[in-house]
């Protein structure tokens, strides 16, 4: 028992390397905090783009260029950036933080979600992911565990984890359903109108910086979610959050 | 069981008498009477019919003779409809000659009650149709129910099919060429009616469909056209070649044909900006609006359910609730539609929506009136219905009780509230790991959703390995039929080991002791039950002649040399025992019992 034990963990550990993150240079991310502490905050806006275009990304890179981009006054373009840091670290406060001050000072209406909207959102996919997966990986070898040797502990501890592995599966399946409709970030102040027409009736305006999820697309018309209200908008008045192929360089 | 479903169906044959005997009562009784069609060519036969309803024994007055038309034959059928008993007269009519007929009136009779018929017109017209060619056999039309149109107005248009009587339309498909920026849901079909053009006598099918315009401007409905499904007289011959068999096959072949409609054109206003209310948000038709909240008395901090209801007709599937603009004095949630009860063709219905709002402190008095505002194209105007104010009795919470808790003696001064952060937080330093852009998250990587495989597999074979070992426990005879060959190899072992050595008498025990084991755990034996006639007992037919022989040979031999046999013998000689006893141990595991 215990060899397979060691030779489970040893698998494990070879999966390990699968989770790869990289180290890199600092100097670029060094030089654009320098652009910002001077106010160039466009020289800054494209150091932090030139580390996107290399390949690498970090909720901290998308974080500070948010910051960037409000300070130079692009509320929309600062507005997706923290929508896009709050993706990949959903519980950093300072994010929040930010968000709410930008959306507050764009005008546009507070993000609203369902409470198990809300509660999926709290953890990554990959957060999701890892517990579902540590929690299966418990209840299997516990109850193997009960199977070999009896032990009641270990039968109940299968059943928790179990359980714990179910209610992370609904999380994941939560988040995939709110990634589902992709969440957008409305870049110039738009109308949102009745029809993807562009002689539509007029439904609502969104400031730039809304948050909206698409809830269905025709050629280059977006059908989005704003609150209650439903309506089309042009694809070119907003951006979509989670279009990391399309990140670098933006 | 039997008197009590007896007297179930007594009770209901009771209710039916009841309610049949009741519904005259219940009904004024009323008489109607039509002829169908009223357009036809001579000889053509039409239907007349009267409908008695809600009187009990009608009788049959008989049709009288028309000049012009030749009456043939009558039928009577009676059936019920929400509990009143509907007789229905029908008389078979042949006209004889064309002109324009108006068939009555009549008064009906029974008792002492007298029923008035009115006239019905019917126009009568020459037996030979055009020949086909001089006029279109299938044409449509498009009939608005109104011209004066708006955006976003749900109206009606009559889509009014012309088919010669000489053929059959089965099916309508859905319309083709038709802009995109006019939405259309079906309505319902009308009542099929009989028009005469230039001598040609169409059916009509009418199917109202719902329209409605998402842009304004002027829709020029050119090149439209509607799928119809037309059935043909020829009939297709059915498997069994017999026209009785066959009319059970629904034989009839269908020919799909494109119906154009004549070109239409629509001018679709766009909604006037003279008079649009602040808070209109599209909504076009006619509305009504109400709106309650619940409960009026709470304490600060708690929730209260404001709810809305919209409902009419229009635009109705795209009605939005009217912005809650509470004020400061709330903290408002996001707020859900509730129910949504629409039609299918989305021209009328209600939609209920609900929003928590929580009222901050108690100097909340009121919820603001809320305002609905549509345009109602039929008044060329904008209306709105206000509903509220809502007054509120907000009492103090418990956080706010404990806010102006002080210690005994220390005076209360009230400190105005300082904004902590006016500007976003300043930047992160770099971080530590970075992601690929490029490269595969892990949990989509193939190796770890193959590792997902192990704990499963780990379980079902530890369930496996522990289901056998619990089967054997319990299963003395499988657990020594399994344990045979594994103790057999070793006792063979030990043989091998003394024959080396030429020790026949030692080499013989072992051969014994590999018998004895393996022919005791393969057959579930005692020790001292093993004999050559036990074992080929067991085994039957199932072993040769030969090897029967050869195994008592075996036994044989080795009692005598354990007891009185030389002490030592040829190598070779013993091997061969060795080799005899383990072929037959082969075969004999081969031997299913």
Redesign the interface.
Known sequence: MKR?LTS?LL??T??AP???????S?AP??QA?AA?KAGRWDDAIRSYDDI?AS???????F??RG?AN?KKGDLGAAILDYRRATA?APRDG?IQ??LR??LERAGAPAI???LSAAMASRLT??EW??LA?LA??A???L??HH??WGHLWARKGAMAAAVAGVLALAGLLERHQVDAEPEFVVQTRCQAL??P?E??????ELPAGSVVRSINRTGDWIEIRS???TGWIQIGTSREVSA??A??GT | MAAFLQRVLWCLGVAFALSLAAAPARAEGSVAFDIQPRLARVGEPLQATLTVRGIQNPSNPGFPQLDGFDIQGSSQNLSIENGAVSVTFSYTLIPRRTGRFSIGPFTYSIGDKNYDLPAVDLQIVEATAPPPGQGEDVFAVLEPSTTNLY??QVFDLVLKVYVSTRLRLANIGSLQGMP??L?LRTGGELNTIRESIDGQIYDVRRIVLRAQP????LFELKEVAAQGEFASSRRRRGPFGDDFIDSFFNAVQTEARSIPIRPLVLNIR??PESGRPAGF??AVGQFTFEASCQPLEVAAGDPLNLRVRLAGQGNIA?V??PAFALGDGFKV?????QTENVDASAARGEKV?EQVVIPKSTDVKEIPALSFSYFDPAADAYRTITRGPFPLVVKPGAQAQAAVFAPSGASVTPTAATTL?S?????????????????R???A?P??LA??A???L??LG??L??RRRQALRTDIRRARRLAAPRVARAALTRARTVAGQGDARALHEALWEAMSLYFGNRLNLAPGEVSAERVLAAFGTALSADDAKRLRSLFETGERARFGGPAHANPSELGAHIEDLETLMRLCERIRL
């Open positions: 397979l489970l698998a494990l070879a999966l699968m989770a790869r993150a990289e180290s890199r600092l991310f060094e905090e910002y996107l390949g690498s990304y970090a909720p901290e890179l974080f500070n910051n409000f990949l300072d933080a930010n001050f930008a609203q979600n369902s996919r990959e992911s890892l997966a299966y990986w209840a299997g070898l109850f193997a199977l070999w009745f029809a027409f002689k539509a009736t007029p439904h609502f609150g209650d209200q990391w192929h990140v670098a | 955006v976003q995109a920026q939405q998402l842009t304004s401007g766009p909604l948000s599209g795209n939005q609730p949630y996001e707020g859900r539609l929506f952060g500007d976003i937080v300043y930047l992160k330093p770099a971080p530590r790991r970075w992601s690929d852009l490029r490269a998250p892990w949990f990587h190796a770890f590792a997902q192990l704990p499963a780990l379980t530890t369930w390995v522990v």
